[in-house]
Structure formats: structure tokens, C-alpha cells
């Protein structure tokens, strides 16, 4: 595919993407003409982390990218290196480089931990990658504390929790700055829709609340639009087939790990989204697992509006304004224990 024609993909399927870009412009900013940002992927030569480091090559709004990973970071750092757009990139190979990868990233994703097997849940990748996050969200707190942090390791149910632990251990904690990417189950939820509601999936939109496991991922399919006469039996199906999507993959690919490819495409959107609201677009509004007072679960993925205004005073941004909005759905505490969706 042709890197234009890849970058229009990304433009394209970022939320509210003709007012994005159209309020883009008339912020004057042309591609070439966008704020310097620095991105860094940690992880960036795994099996997300390389197509998500070719992504974030072509988005025109990032000026440098830091790829650190523990194994591997070389080939893929010149391998992408070599794409004529704009970002400078860098690879970092080893421990004692994660703090030059981080310093003066603007945002970090982090892809970096292990997948799971058929048989396993997330739960099961729990020890090993919480180990990696916690010793990668204390480089963050020391030499990007500002950055705005987009957590891809599973489980994001646990991986956000102890990433906001390590950032309050280290004084540096911001809830506004801590995302756990559940883009993927927005992915898969618009296109299933589409299948079964047969309109076009460009057009389609599914907010995708809750958490990214099983029963907590929470699709709410009564209000995706277009609308769409599906029946309760379809709609159960299609709830069913989003919460399911990631042990879908995960069987397919049989022991050779879970979803990469999707999950790059859906990471680069979420991290396209906090460039822009960086960059002071307003109504960048994406889902994504944070700190929450909607129920009383502390963290909960529900619509984040990503308002990021620039502080003038400093060529760094602060983030002054942020809000969750969620959709008027009511929630009730079900019988099991999990938080589930009235509407
Ligand atoms: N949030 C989501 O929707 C979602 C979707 C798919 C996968 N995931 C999760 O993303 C993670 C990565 O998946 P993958 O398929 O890319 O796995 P992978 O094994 O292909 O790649 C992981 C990479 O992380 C690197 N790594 C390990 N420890 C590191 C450390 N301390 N610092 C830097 N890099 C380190 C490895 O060297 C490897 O290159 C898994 O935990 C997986 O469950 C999340
Ligand atoms: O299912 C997994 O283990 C990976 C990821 O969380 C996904 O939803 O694809």
C-alpha cells in the first residue's frame, strides 16, 4: 500500500475526521507546519510494534520517533528510518538508552510484554508484563513525566492500575495522561456492525465502554450509527463476537501470539488522537480505559474528550482541560460482580 494512501487510512478512520481536519487547517497548520512532537514506542520491534512504528512513521504530525525495544531495535530502526516522511527516527537497543528514547517524548505506547497462548486469558500475562510496565513506567516518571502514556500491554485491566501506582509513587502522577488503549475493541465493534447492519464502515460509529477482558468489554451496539434494525438475538451475537475478538486471533494464530496488525492500526488512531488534542484540536473524542468517577470502578474505558490546550508560556503543552463524557447510559452493578450497561 502506498504511504498516502496508508496515511489517508489513519486521517480517515481518526474520530470526527473531516472536523479534525478541517479544524487542523484552520489552525494553520499544514503537515509540514505541525507542532514538533516526539513520539516513543516501547516494545517497537515486537509484533504490534513494528507495523505500529511504520505507522507513526506516516503520520505527518509526529516529528521524531524514539523505538526502544530489548531485542531487535536496530533492524527496525533503520528499516523505517528509511521512509521519506517527516519524523527523524532513532533506535534504542538497551536498558541504559531507555532514558534517551524517553526525554522529551510528548507520547509514550507501550506495546512491550508478552502475548497470549490459546487457553490463557490476559490474567495469565499479568505477572511477566507487570513487571516490564512497572520498570518502564519508572524511566517515564523520571525522563518524560509530562508525556501522555497510551498502555497496550495486557492486561490493560491491571497494566493502567499499576502504571498510575508507579507514577504516584514517583510524585508525577496525572490521570489526564494515562490511557489504556481499548481502541481495538472500538475496531472490531465498528466492523462488525457494518457486516451485520450492511452499511458502510467508514461511516459507522460504536462506542465501546467499560474495560478490554471478556464481559468487561462493553459494546453499545443500541447506540452505534448508523442506526441499524438489528434484532436482540444479533445484537447478543455481535456483543458476544467483540468481547471475544482478541481469543479469536489468538486461536487462529495458534500459539504464535494475539492480534498485531489490527492492534497497530487501532494504536496508531488512539495515538493520532493525542497528537491532536496536543495540538489543541478540539473534539478529538476517542474511547479509552482511565481513571473514572463514572461507576464506582476506579479505572473505566468510556468516550475521553482529549480538549489539550497549549500553556503559551513554554513550547511544552499542559493539559488543561479534559473531560469524560459518556453516553447516557445507566449502569447497574450485576449479579456477578461486573459492572454491566442498562440503556
Ligand atoms: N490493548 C490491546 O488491545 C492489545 C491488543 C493486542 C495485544 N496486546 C498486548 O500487547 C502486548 C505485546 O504484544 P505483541 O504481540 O507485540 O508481543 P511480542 O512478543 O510480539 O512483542 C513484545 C515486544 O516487547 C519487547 N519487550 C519485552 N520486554 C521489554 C522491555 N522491558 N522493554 C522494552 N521492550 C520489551 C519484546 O522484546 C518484544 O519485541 C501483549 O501484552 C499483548 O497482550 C494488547
Ligand atoms: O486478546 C489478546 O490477548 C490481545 C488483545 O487484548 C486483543 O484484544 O486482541
Do not use: W
Not at 38 to 67: F, H, Y
Not at 256 to 267: D, E, F, P, R, V
Amino acid at each position: 500500500m502506498k504511504a498516502a494512501m496508508l496515511r489517508s487510512v489513519i486521517r480517515r478512520s481518526t474520530t470526527s475526521s473531516a472536523a479534525t481536519n478541517t479544524c487542523l487547517s484552520s489552525r494553520g497548520f499544514s503537515s509540514e507546519s505541525a507542532p514538533e512532537r516526539k513520539v516513543a514506542i516501547l516494545g517497537a520491534a515486537g509484533g504490534i510494534g513494528q507495523p505500529l512504528s511504520l505507522l507513526m512513521k506516516l503520520n505527518p504530525l509526529v516529528s521524531r520517533l524514539a523505538l526502544y525495544d530489548i531485542a531487535g531495535t536496530p533492524g527496525v530502526a533503520a528499516d523505517v528510518s528509511h521512509i521519506n516522511t517527516r519524523s527523524e527516527v532513532k533506535g534504542y537497543a538497551a536498558d541504559e538508552q531507555l532514558g534517551q528514547a524517553l526525554e522529551g517524548s510528548d507520547v509514550v505506547i507501550i506495546p512491550a510484554g508478552v502475548p497470549r497462548k490459546p487457553g490463557m486469558t490476559r490474567d495469565d500475562l499479568f505477572k511477566i508484563n507487570a513487571g516490564i510496565v512497572k520498570s518502564l513506567c519508572e524511566a517515564i516518571a523520571k525522563y518524560c513525566p509530562n508525556a501522555l502514556v497510551n498502555m497496550i500491554s495486557n492486561p490493560v485491566n491491571s497494566t493502567v492500575p499499576i502504571a498510575a501506582e508507579v507514577f504516584k509513587s514517583h510524585g508525577v502522577y496525572d490521570e489526564k495522561r494515562l490511557f489504556g488503549v481499548t481502541t481495538l475493541d472500538v475496531v472490531r465493534a465498528k466492523t462488525f456492525y457494518a457486516g451485520k447492519a450492511n452499511v458502510n464502515v467508514a461511516d459507522v460509529n460504536v462506542p465501546v465502554i467499560g474495560g478490554h477482558a471478556g464481559v468487561t468489554i462493553l459494546p453499545l451496539f443500541s447506540q452505534a450509527s448508523p442506526r441499524a434494525n438489528l434484532s436482540d438475538e444479533d445484537i447478543k451475537a455481535l456483543t458476544k463476537r467483540t468481547q471475544d475478538g482478541g481469543t479469536e486471533v489468538v486461536e487462529a494464530k495458534a500459539g504464535k501470539g494475539s492480534a498485531t496488525l489490527s492492534m497497530a492500526y487501532a494504536g496508531a488512531i488512539f495515538a493520532d488522537a493525542c497528537l491532536k488534542g496536543l495540538n489543541g484540536v478540539p473534539d478529538v473524542v476517542e474511547c479509552s480505559y482511565v481513571q473514572s468517577t463514572v461507576t464506582e470502578l476506579p479505572f473505566f474505558a468510556s468516550k475521553v474528550d482529549e480538549e489539550i490546550e497549549d500553556n503559551k508560556k513554554d513550547t511544552k503543552i499542559s493539559m488543561l482541560a479534559y473531560t469524560i463524557k459518556v453516553t447516557s447510559a445507566r449502569y447497574r452493578k450485576a449479579p456477578t460482580g461486573n459492572t454491566s450497561v442498562q440503556e
